[in-house]
């Protein structure tokens, strides 16, 4: 079993920058890719951004693309999800999520297969 954790959420102000973090434990894979997803209150859960099993390619949501950085360290287990120019827009749950790089992107919920319990980010305007 996988156990994710995310961390690094909070409360700031609209334009500043935010690190969340995701660290994986248990039976980990070495082909899973790795996701980040975001549900505001009221909302669906929505794609935010993905990383390849190599950290070799990236994928990211149009509204996050070029504010969003993600990455990841296979050798540590963990994975880093750099948020710049935050906007209100922003705020929700994120949650970090991984599964079996079966295809390219992955953007979609049912390609994941664990997930985290969530970290809060709040960004006021």
């Known amino acids: 079993q996988v156990q994710l954790v995310e961390s690094g959420g909070g409360l700031v102000q609209a334009g500043d920058s935010l690190s969340l973090s995701c660290a994986a434990s248990?039976?980990?894979?070495?082909?899973?890719?790795l996701g980040w997803f975001r549900q505001a209150p009221g909302k669906e859960p929505e794609f935010v951004a993905a990383i390849s099993w190599n950290g070799g390619v990236t994928s990211y949501a149009d509204s996050v693309k070029g504010r969003f950085i993600v990455s990841r360290d296979k050798v540590k287990k963990t994975a880093t999800l750099q948020m710049n120019d935050l906007k209100p827009e922003d705020t929700g749950v994120y949650y970090c999520?991984?599964?079996?790089?079966?295809?390219?992107?992955?953007?979609?919920?049912?390609?994941?297969?664990?997930w985290g319990r969530g970290t809060q980010v709040t960004v006021s305007s």
């Open positions: 248990g039976r980990t894979f070495v082909r899973d890719g």
């Open positions: 999520a991984t599964g079996l790089m079966r295809q390219w992107p992955m953007v979609h919920r049912g390609q994941f297969d664990h």
